[in-house]
């Protein structure tokens, strides 16, 4: 599984005295951060979709992304964002097309 810390604390967001924030008290500052950004209000649960799709779009391998997110199987990661993967193999499919045509060519 995936951790950081803070400073000397485990949490990801830890209050003043180094235990866990509340979730509702980070949901409100998100929230806070967006309306003030001129942001549409989502679901702090989306950012972990946002991390997921720029990750596998940009190359990093399917099990990595799983072990980060928590997932218990490289299947359920590639099952939630197959339409990221799909977008890549038809990527590397033409890629490959590329690469035959050019050696055809020769």
């Known amino acids: 599984m995936f951790t950081t810390s803070v400073g000397n604390s485990p949490w990801v967001f830890p ?6 924030i509340s979730p509702d008290s980070v949901l409100h500052m998100f929230h ?10 989502v679901r702090f649960h989306d950012l ?5 799709t720029l990750v596998l779009q940009n190359g ?3 099990k990595t992304v799983s072990g980060m997110l928590g997932h218990f199987s490289a299947g359920f990661t590639l099952d939630t964002y ?17 690469v035959l045509a050019g050696t055809i060519e020769t």
């Open 15 to 20: 209050s003043p005295n180094g235990g866990p």
């Open 60 to 62: 990093v391998d399917v």
């Open 82 to 98: 197959a339409h990221i993967t799909s977008a890549a193999q038809r990527q590397a499919a033409q890629t490959m097309g590329s």
């Open 48 to 52: 972990r979709h946002t991390f997921a």
């Open 32 to 41: 806070r951060v967006l309306k003030r950004a001129g942001l549409p209000k």
